[in-house]
């Protein structure tokens, strides 16, 4: 199994409105990550988990607070988002770089398409 | 940091022909991954093919090959009798064996169009 699912797909919110995305894999994957993608441009990296251990956090502001019950799931909490927050929300897995490294890629999710208004 | 380029915003090709998208990358670090992933219109982000910087042979898969050029920190992508469906964002991406070797770096994205 090389999948990482994502729910919900979709995902519209008011400004003051408390929603969470969900994020799950089963390669045994110990690094797990989200990214924020805004049209036709790169991932941009919000947060890195290692061993389930928040291992970086790109200066993310704090409405988006993450969040990883176990080794095989991610949560991203969300709340007060402001409009500009609007974007595709990945996660995605890798081998951890303190193992092997295995093939050394990430395994992404296909997203959340979040709209706030 | 690391930092990966992509000088091609966009570029297109006849489909059946060939085509090139090019990389460059910044490290003082010896061994690394470089990843090619492909992300189709409103679809998920896919590995298209990685090589190991240790290894000097290109790695290929399929109608995708790579021109990897270690002193130069180049990694070009070419892809071989273009189809429709290999219309998409191509992006370059960088990981190496460091402190923060959980973090992958890419470049800004190659918008392939496939003409008919």
């Known amino acids: 199994d090389t999948e990482v699912t994502q729910t919900p797909k979709h995902l519209v919110m008011g400004m003051t409105n408390k929603k969470s995305l969900k994020c799950e894999q089963h390669m045994g994957h110990r690094a797990m990550y989200w990214y924020k993608q805004k049209a036709k441009k790169p991932p941009e990296l919000m947060f890195v988990y290692s061993y389930e251990k928040l291992s970086i956090n790109e200066s993310v502001p704090s409405r988006f607070s993450p969040e990883c019950p176990n080794s095989s799931l991610l949560n991203l909490h969300l709340h007060a988002l402001q409009p500009e927050d609007s974007a595709l929300y990945l996660c995605?897995?890798?081998?951890?770089?303190?193992?092997?490294w295995g093939n050394g890629e990430q395994y992404f999710g296909p997203g959340t398409r979040l709209t706030v208004t | 940091a690391q930092t990966v380029t992509q000088s091609q915003p966009e570029m297109s090709v006849q489909e059946a022909e060939t085509v090139t998208l090019s990389c460059t990358y910044d490290?003082?670090?010896?061994?690394?991954?470089l990843f090619w992933y492909k992300q189709p219109p409103s679809r998920q982000m896919i590995l298209v093919i990685r090589q190991e910087a240790y290894k000097q042979q290109n790695a290929t898969e399929n109608r995708f090959s790579v021109n990897f050029q270690k002193a130069a920190k180049s990694f070009s992508l070419k892809i071989s009798d273009s189809q429709l469906g290999d219309a998409a964002m191509y992006f370059c991406?960088?990981?190496?064996?460091?402190?923060?070797?959980?973090?992958?770096?890419f470049g800004t994205g190659t918008s392939l169009t496939v003409i008919p």
């Open positions: 995605a897995s890798s081998q951890d770089r303190g193992l092997s």
């Open positions: 991406a960088y990981r190496d064996d460091t402190n923060t070797g959980n973090q992958f770096y």
């Open positions: 490290t003082s670090e010896s061994d690394y991954y």
